[in-house]
């Protein structure tokens, strides 16, 4: 599912919320971290800390900066930096399995605008400023209310992503002939297949930090100005 213009759930829009409730939802940002799809964080015990913890990043804003440009390693940190989670900025918390982020281990956190999967890692939902623990649904599976949405988009994403987390109730329910069909189940695994082995063909997800962002924009850039020279020639 491609993000449209005006879609309801972007990572643009995920990141406005980020920015604007990262205090109340007792993170701090950590400077100097964030490349076009991450942020590193530190999570906090009360919005008066996660404000306090922000003053105190600031002021050692260019000790930030020197250990995120110069690439060091996690256990090169500096001692403040050391309880630091790498999340991953996302419209929808499905996109974790349609991007194979799985492939990434750093990921301690995922933040989006709308939780509609079942992932191994906690999940903080902007719209909602709601957190999730690892492997907590939006709608839990042995429910009532999920036996009803699940034919809907959002209860169907959170089934597929259970499927291919293995978890047994979602497996359970799977395999209930009374409730899925055997045609339908096919076709369900076959979906779980299909996330699982087949690469996502579309454009990949991008963790770009700022220099390397200015580099690939001036490369554009140069390239524009060779085309409309030679146009104008």
Same mark, same amino acid.
């Given at each position: 599912?491609?993000?449209? =213009?005006?879609? %309801?759930?972007? !990572?643009?829009?995920t990141?406005?919320?980020?920015? #604007?409730?990262?205090?109340n939802?007792c ?13 590193? *964080?530190?999570?906090?015990?009360? =919005?008066a800390?996660?404000?306090? *913890?922000? !003053?105190?990043?600031? $002021? ?12 060091r ?12 989670q790498?999340? *991953? @900025?996302?419209? !929808?918390? #499905? ?10 281990p750093?990921?301690? /956190? @995922?933040?989006?605008? /709308? &939780?509609? #999967?079942y992932l191994? /890692?906690?999940?903080w939902e902007?719209?909602?400023?709601? &957190?999730?623990?690892? $492997? ?7 429910? =009532?209310?999920?036996?009803?949405? %699940?034919?809907?988009?959002?209860g &169907? ?22 409730i ?5 189940? $096919?076709?369900i695994?076959?979906? *779980? ?16 930090d700022?220099?390397e962002r200015?580099?690939?924009? #001036?490369?554009?850039?140069?390239g524009?100005?060779?085309? &409309?020279?030679?146009? $104008?020639a």
């Open positions: 599912m491609t993000e449209r =213009p005006h879609s %309801r759930y972007t !990572r643009a829009k990141w406005a919320a980020l920015y #604007s409730q990262h205090i939802a993170y701090a940002l950590i400077p100097f971290s964030s490349t076009s799809n991450s942020v590193d *964080v530190l999570k906090c015990d009360s =919005p800390e996660a404000q306090a *913890v922000t !003053r105190r990043l600031i $002021r050692q804003g260019k000790q930030c900066e020197d250990f995120y440009t110069q690439r390693t996690r256990d090169e940190a500096p001692d403040f930096l050391k309880k630091a790498q999340a *991953v @900025v996302l419209a !929808r918390s #499905s996109d974790y399995h349609r991007y194979h982020l799985a492939e990434y750093d990921f301690r /956190l @995922v933040i989006c605008s /709308l &939780h509609d #999967s191994h /890692l906690p999940v902007t719209r909602t400023n709601h &957190h999730y623990k690892p $492997r907590e649904t939006a709608i839990p599976l042995t429910s =009532p209310e999920f036996l009803a949405r %699940r034919k809907t988009e959002f &169907h994403n959170i089934f597929l992503g259970a499927l291919l987390s293995g978890d047994e109730a979602a497996l359970a329910l799977l395999h209930n002939e009374s899925i069909p055997a045609r339908t189940r $096919r076709r695994m076959g979906e *779980v297949h299909t996330l699982q082995h087949k690469r996502y063909q579309g454009r990949p997800l991008p963790f770009l700022e220099r200015r580099e690939i924009g #001036s490369k554009i850039s140069a524009l100005r060779r085309y &409309h020279a030679t146009r $104008r």
